[in-house]
Nanobody, 121 residues
Framework: VQLQASGGGLVQAGGSLRLSCAASGRTSNSYAMGWFRQPPGKEREFVAR????????NYADSVKGRFTISRDNAKNTVYLQMNSLEPEDTAVYFC???????????????WGQGTLVTVSS
């Protein structure tokens, strides 16, 4: 599975951004997908995940109620809608994939390159 993330940029606090992750590969539509982020000087952390059908989702407490993960399997794309952004959301965001909904949260097999999100105060 190959993953290509996009949509990062500079936004003011309180604003919104939508990240996209385009997946390719024979079984990409059945894979669970996740978003992670790595703030400057910190370790990478889990943000959100979604099951292959799009029904099951799960979020980190820090983004719950502000971020929404979704997928369009016809387009082989997963999205992360980020609202009410805070300076603390500044990070490089990565998408990831795994055949297991459980494992995509901890040790996914596939990673995309990062896209930088900067939230100014």
């Amino acid at each position: 599975v190959q993953l290509q993330a996009s949509g990062g940029g500079l936004v003011q606090a309180g604003g919104s951004l939508r990240l996209s992750c385009a997946a390719s590969g024979r079984t990409s539509n059945s894979y669970a997908m996740g978003w992670f982020r790595q703030p400057p000087g910190k370790e990478r952390e889990f943000v959100a995940r979604i099951g292959g059908s799009g029904v099951s989702t799960n979020y980190a407490d820090s983004v719950k109620g502000r971020f929404t993960i979704s997928r369009d399997n016809a387009k082989n794309t997963v999205y992360l809608q980020m609202n009410s952004l805070e300076p603390e959301d500044t990070a490089v965001y990565f998408c990831a994939a795994d055949s297991s909904f459980t494992m995509v949260r901890t040790t996914p097999n596939y990673w995309g390159q990062g896209t930088l999100v900067t939230v100014s105060s």
